[in-house]
């Protein structure tokens, strides 16, 4: 097989599948504690979360766009469902379904508005959702009045408990919306069209589709996930706060690219982003239990995005020249 074609295979699935595995043998040898049962327990319930908002986010960088504002937006849509949860008015039976209710909305409102002020004036993504990040933090210290909201139902804290055979069923719904996600992508006339704007924008538009229902769909898409993101947080740590969500966007962003999706959009896969969230999570909690501080491993997430980003340019210039 040609060198060239080797390299790109060694950036995309294939490679980062390598490299998860890798580190997985690593950290097994050096690390006695990492290879134990609860300890992959552990990974499997901290990737879930980052799991999910990347699936939407996938979504969004598909189409050459990126959605910064997904930190901010879960934390309103765990106020939200916090509140509707706790309501003492409501039957507990109503309640928890409300709350869902409550978070899923949040999240796609906040995501129909993105791509529609994108769409409407034609203001790129970065810029919209970097004040949706400053818009939706302040609407939710301001419903919040800045409290934390916990003393969650019974009920609902025992689910987010549960587990089959070790496996935390947090994860189980994070792998099946993927597999939802990747067969949108893959088999659905909506997922090609996604791939087909994210390469060529004009020639879709030329071709008599409606390109802007397909770019606000994504981010509505994005903003849905952010809201099962939100209430996937609730069940794991069991309260909402105004201040979650810090950083959120940016392990969202590093899993994508890490798992093969072009930041200039068109190419990339979900399965590839469930891979660069293992490879993230795994990592974090490899390098914790060797004793790395918080600190210290935040600098590790900022080096691994900026790799990702300089990967995606390599990534583009040999698909270029296979192509």
């Given amino acids: 097989m040609d060198t060239k074609k080797i390299a790109y295979l060694m950036l995309n699935e294939a490679g980062i599948g390598v490299v998860l595995v890798f580190l997985c043998l690593v950290f097994s040898v050096f690390v006695p504690k990492f290879a134990t049962m609860n300890n992959i327990s552990n990974i499997f319930t901290q990737i879930s979360i980052n799991t999910v908002i990347a699936v939407g986010m996938t979504f969004v960088i598909l189409l050459g766009g990126i959605d910064l504002s997904v930190g901010s937006v879960l934390a309103l849509c765990t106020i939200l469902a916090g509140l509707t949860i706790t309501k003492e008015t409501l039957p507990l039976g109503a309640a928890i379904p409300l709350a869902v209710l409550a978070s899923m909305a949040a999240g796609m409102a906040c995501g129909l508005f993105n791509g529609w002020v994108c769409e409407r004036w034609k203001i790129h993504s970065f810029v919209v959702t970097l004040g949706m990040l400053n818009m939706a933090r302040g609407a939710v ?23 089959y055979y070790g496996i935390p069923l947090i994860f189980i719904i994070a792998v099946l919306l993927v597999l939802i996600g990747h067969f949108i992508l893959k088999k659905t006339v909506f997922g090609r069209m996604i791939y087909a704007i994210g390469n060529n924008e004009e020639a879709v538009r030329l071709s008599g589709h409606n390109t802007k229902i397909y770019k606000v769909t994504a981010f509505v898409i994005c903003g849905a ?3 099962l993101a939100a209430i996937l947080y609730m069940l794991r740590l069991n309260i909402a706060s105004p201040i979650l969500g810090n950083g959120f966007e940016l392990s ?5 690219v890490i798992g093969g999706t072009s930041m200039s959009g068109g190419k990339g896969s979900l399965i590839g982003t469930l891979i660069g969230a293992a490879i993230i999570g795994v990592l974090n909690n490899g390098l914790l239990l060797m004793g790395m ?3 210290a491993r935040q600098i590790v997430t900022g080096a691994i995005i900026v790799a990702a980003v300089i990967i995606d340019t390599y990534r583009a210039r040999l698909s270029k020249m296979l192509s």
């Avoid at 969202?252 to 994508?256: D, P, Q, T, Y």
């Fill in 293 to 295: 501080s918080d600190f």
């Fill in 225 to 227: 996930t952010v809201g």
């Fill in 252 to 256: 969202a962003i590093a899993a994508v």
């Fill in 141 to 163: 210290l301001q419903v919040s009045n800045s409290r934390t909201i916990y003393s969650f139902p019974k009920e609902f804290n025992a689910f987010g408990t549960l587990s």
